[in-house]
């Protein structure tokens, strides 16, 4: 099992940027893709980006050009840079992995609010 811990939500002021934070623990040769999604009130559960064990990307085309996604495979860290951030960012972001086995598992979430 692996668990999963976000953080570095919080309010920031539209255009500004945040970095969140998927500390990784358990078995983590388990997982083989990390993704962060988000879940805005009265909406679904959205990809926002993923990375693979071998690095390859994908965003989503809201995101795409303003986010990032990387991963510190020595710290079992993932890491959201999130730059020129918008009020339709608002939402809370999970990260969730993927097992080599089929199945995932989620984080708890952080809230990140955009507004001025």
């Known amino acids: 099992q692996v668990q999963l811990v976000e953080s570095g939500g919080g309010l920031v002021q539209p255009g500004g940027s945040l970095r969140l934070s998927c500390a990784v623990s358990?078995?983590?040769?388990?997982?083989?893709?990390m993704e962060w999604y988000r879940q805005a009130p009265g909406k679904e559960r959205d990809l926002v980006a993923r990375?693979?064990?071998?690095?390859?990307?994908y965003y989503a085309d809201s995101v795409k050009g303003r986010f990032s996604t990387s991963r510190d495979n020595a710290k079992n860290m993932l890491f959201l840079q999130m730059n020129s951030l918008k009020p339709e960012d608002t939402a809370v972001y999970y990260c969730?992995?993927?097992?080599?086995?089929?199945?995932?598992?989620w984080g708890q979430g952080t809230q990140v609010t955009v507004s001025s």
């Open positions: 969730r992995g993927i097992y080599i086995s089929g199945g995932y598992t």
């Open positions: 990375i693979t064990s071998s690095g390859s990307t």
């Open positions: 358990g078995n983590i040769f388990s997982i083989r893709t």
